[in-house]
Structures are given as structure tokens and as C-alpha cells.
């Protein structure tokens, strides 16, 4: 893939399947990327926090680049997850998926040990001076140390191999700032967000594109809603992105992470296996319940049919309520006014 391939659209932060034994199941999960790319994504993101990476050894995540960069034969980007333990695994990992061919790698900020900014500055800073391929910063506050605007800025002006960042927050404003210092500085500097409950505004804001879980699952929709997002078609736009905040929130908030993502993977058609993390009897029996309400979700958009017994009216939010909202959210953001 070149070097000077943008990173910007959906990119999938796949869920890597399991045979009976628990090891990588290669045939499924090259019939999955092949799957994704036939519909729409603009690239591939593995072992990120979706495709559990912590939950596998080195080896194996190194396994896991290997086939879906030959599976993908050039077709969308790649941009792999490299984070490892420490920088000197880590830049090993970026000298080696840049053998492979990805267009850039992703790497969390340092997790259990929480590190001041500098600290976050100088463990960016080593990797990016050795790595060999261009870095995509992981901003996740949720797991692992928050990278702040004067950190990010700073990484920017001093390092070329600093590429983009991916923010997992949420966080509209962060992201404003963000893209306030940074692209001034560097217009060659890439903006994806992580939380597609936001999607919609995110790409409003200046957004280049998103790291999503659920496009994963129903990848039509999500690149449906980024380029109506592009094309500003605030009304349509507005209706999808509440469309799949629904099927967001029953996946992500019903189960522990990412469980209910591979719930409905199975329902998609594709044989996700069991994932890695134990689960108890209980978990076991609000999973199943999990498979039903997301079968009715899928259903109602047309990528399955409905469960035996059939599916629950549910009440909506009033749509011409919704839409004056976001339109009013939206006139502020492109005027520049508060409330």
C-alpha cells in the first residue's frame, strides 16, 4: 500500500474468529475480510481493542497481520495495531508490519502504568524516531493514559511518522481542539474517531473518518452514514446515526466487551467461535437473551429475519423532534456560536 494513501473513511477493528480449540480460525476470518471490504469499508484495522489484542500472544497478533494482509491483496489500507509491552517490542512490531505492507500502524497510549504528559510525549516520541511506518496515535482515556492537545501538537511538529490519531473519547470538543492546533501545522495529518455514537458530528467537525466496531457487524451502514455525513445530508445522516446508536448501545452496554459484537457477527453469518475470556452460566444465559434483541435490530434493517416468535413493538423518539435538534446543533458548529 503507498505510503501517501489517506487515512481517512471507515476503517473495521475486526474481531478475529476462533475454531473449537481457541486458535485463529484462518479460513474464516479470511472469508470476514473479504466479507467487509465487498461491503464498503475503506480499510482494515486489526488487533485493535475490538479484535481483543491483549488476549492474544505476540506471535499471534503478527499471525493475524499476516493473513489479512495476504487475504487483502492490496484492496483498502491497513492499519495495524502494533501496540506491544514495552517500545522496544514495539517497534519491532512496526518493523514488521511495515514488511507486510500496512499502510500505517496504530498504537495505544501506555496503559497500567499512568504517565504524565511527558512521560506520554517521550513514549511516542522513541517509537516514532525508530519505527520505519507512519504511527496513528490511539487516544482510549477509558483503558490507558489520556494523550492531551499540547502532547499531540507537540508530536506532530517534531515527528513525520506521526500520521493521524484516533480518538476514543467521545469527546467533541477534545476533538475540536485537537484539530484546531494540529492541522494548521500539518494538513497532511489524519483525524479518525473511535466512538461512532458521534460519527455524524464528528465528520461535521472536521473529522477525516472513524475506527468502529459496529462496521464490523453492519458494515453498509456505517459507510452509509459516513458519506451522507460527507456529503452533509444532515437530515438523512441524522436518521442513520440514531439507527445505529441503538444497535451501538445494545452491543457495547448488554455484555462485557466485545461479546455482544460477536453475538451479532454470528447472526451476520459469519462464525465468530467462542472468544477467550471465560464466561459464567449467567453471562451465558443474558448473552443468548442479547442474540434476540439484536436479531430484532438486525431484522429491522433488513440483515436478518426475525427471531421465532417475533419481534416487540418499541417507541422511538419523535424523528421530527430529533432532526430540529441536530439541525440546530449543526448551525452552531458550522457558525462557530455557543449557547
Known amino acids: 500500500m503507498p505510503a501517501n494513501t489517506p487515512l481517512r473513511g471507515i476503517f473495521t477493528p475486526n474481531i478475529v474468529p476462533l475454531d473449537n480449540n481457541g486458535d485463529i480460525n484462518e479460513p474464516e476470518l479470511r472469508r470476514y475480510v473479504d466479507w467487509l471490504i465487498d461491503r464498503g469499508v475503506h480499510g482494515l484495522y486489526p488487533n485493535g481493542s475490538t479484535g481483543e489484542f491483549l488476549r492474544f500472544t505476540a506471535e499471534e497478533r503478527r499471525r493475524i497481520i499476516e493473513i489479512m494482509v495476504d487475504q487483502n491483496r492490496g484492496r483498502v489500507p491497513i492499519l495495524a495495531g502494533a501496540a506491544e509491552a514495552n517500545t522496544r517490542e514495539t517497534i519491532k512490531a512496526c518493523e514488521y ?18 504517565l504524565s504528559p511527558a512521560g506520554v510525549y517521550a513514549y511516542f516520541k522513541e517509537i516514532a524516531d525508530n519505527s520505519p511506518v507512519d504511527i496513528t496515535l490511539y487516544n482510549i482515556p477509558l483503558f490507558a493514559t489520556p494523550i492531551d492537545v499540547p502532547t499531540v501538537r507537540r508530536l506532530v511538529e517534531e515527528c513525520p511518522r506521526v500520521a493521524a490519531i484516533k480518538d476514543s473519547s467521545g469527546d467533541l470538543p477534545h476533538m475540536m481542539r485537537m484539530i484546531s492546533a494540529v492541522r494548521p501545522i500539518r494538513s497532511d495529518f489524519y483525524f479518525l474517531t473511535g466512538w461512532e455514537a458521534a460519527l455524524f458530528p464528528m465528520i461535521l467537525i472536521g473529522c477525516d473518518g472513524g475506527t468502529h466496531a459496529t462496521s464490523g457487524i453492519v458494515p453498509e451502514i456505517t459507510r452509509k452514514l459516513y ?69 430484532c435490530l ?23 423532534q430529533v432532526a430540529r435538534i441536530v439541525r440546530r446543533v449543526v448551525a452552531q458548529l458550522q457558525s462557530g456560536k455557543r449557547e
Do not use: H, W
Open 97 to 114: 508490519y511495515c514488511r507486510l505492507g500496512v499502510r500505517a500502524v496504530a498504537i495505544v497510549a501506555p496503559f497500567y502504568y499512568k
Open 227 to 295: 458519506d451522507l455525513s460527507v456529503e452533509r445530508r444532515v437530515d438523512e445522516a441524522c436518521d442513520l446515526q440514531y439507527r445505529l446508536l441503538t444497535l451501538f448501545d445494545a452491543m457495547i452496554y448488554s455484555s462485557e466487551f466485545p461479546e455482544g459484537f460477536r453475538a451479532a457477527l454470528r447472526l451476520r453469518g459469519i462464525q465468530p467461535g467462542a472468544g477467550r475470556q471465560p464466561q459464567s452460566n449467567v453471562q451465558q444465559v443474558e448473552l443468548d437473551k442479547l442474540s434476540r434483541q439484536l436479531q
Open 298 to 320: 438486525l431484522a429491522a434493517e433488513g440483515f436478518t429475519d426475525e427471531p421465532v416468535g417475533g419481534c416487540a413493538v418499541t417507541p422511538t423518539a419523535d424523528a421530527e
